[in-house]
Nanobody, 117 residues
Framework: QVQLVESGGGLVQPGGSLRLSCAASRSIFSFYAMGWYRQAQAPGKQRELV?????????NYADSVKDRFTISRDNAKNTLYLQMNVLKPEDTAVYYCYADSRLVDYWGQGTQVTVSS
């Protein structure tokens, strides 16, 4: 069993930045992929993939966050990051960290990001 704990969310003004962290309870080196999903708290909103990173370092981003968000992982610290710049009100959501072990997907409890003036 693996626990994933997100941190770094909060309230920020449009154009601001936040860095989310996802700390794993064990080594993340063996995970096939890790990433971030988000879900806006509005009726009918689906959870959407924001960014992912493979164990080889390949990254993938949603079109809506390309050139603004950067995903990275520090295997030595067992931590996944999401640097979010030039935040927009539409980025407001609960952000969830996940880890894909190829057998099981693990999820964090989520951290709220609110972009508002």
């Amino acid at each position: 069993q693996v626990q994933l704990v997100e941190s770094g969310g909060g309230l920020v003004q449009p154009g601001g930045s936040l860095r989310l962290s996802c700390a794993a309870s064990r080594s993340i080196f063996s995970f096939y992929a890790m990433g971030w999903y988000r879900q806006a708290q509005a009726p009918g909103k689906q959870r959407e993939l924001v960014a992912s990173i493979s164990n080889l370092g390949s990254t993938n981003y949603a079109d809506s966050v390309k050139d603004r968000f950067t995903i990275s992982r520090d295997n030595a610290k067992n931590t996944l990051y999401l640097q979010m710049n030039v935040l927009k009100p539409e980025d407001t959501a609960v952000y969830y960290c996940y880890a894909d072990s190829r057998l099981v997907d693990y999820w964090g409890q989520g951290t709220q990001v609110t972009v508002s003036s």
